[in-house]
Nanobody
């Protein structure tokens, strides 16, 4: 299994920036993709961004394209989410996700989340 710990959340004004980090430990070699999701109370968890661990290919949810950037640091087993131009609607708990290969199965591992609040 993999243990994920997020950091970097906080309160920021509209238009501001935050950088989230996710540290992974455990069975790192089985991870093939890492991602960020977010959730507002009462809503389903939604996809934000993902990065392929081997080659760095990325994918983003449409509303964050051009504002958020996901990067990886395989040497440190970390993934970062740089968030610029933050909007009040970006307010949510942000969760780090790792997808692991287990034979023919895919296992999801989740962190506990970090709160991001965008407000003046």
């Amino acid at each position: 299994q993999v243990h994920l710990v997020e950091s970097g959340g906080g309160l920021v004004q509209p238009g501001g920036s935050l950088r989230l980090s996710c540290a992974a430990s455990g069975n790192i070699a089985s991870i093939y993709l890492m991602a960020w999701y977010r959730q507002v109370p009462g809503n389903e968890r939604e996809f934000v961004a993902a990065i392929v661990r081997s080659d760095g290919r990325t994918n983003y949810e449409d509303s964050v394209k051009g504002r958020f950037t996901i990067t990886r640091d395989n040497a440190k087993d970390m993934v970062h989410l740089q968030m610029n131009g933050l909007k009040p609607e970006d307010t949510a708990v942000y969760f780090c996700n790792a997808k692991l290969e287990d034979g023919f199965d895919v296992i999801d591992s989740w962190g506990l989340g970090t709160q991001v609040t965008v407000s003046s």
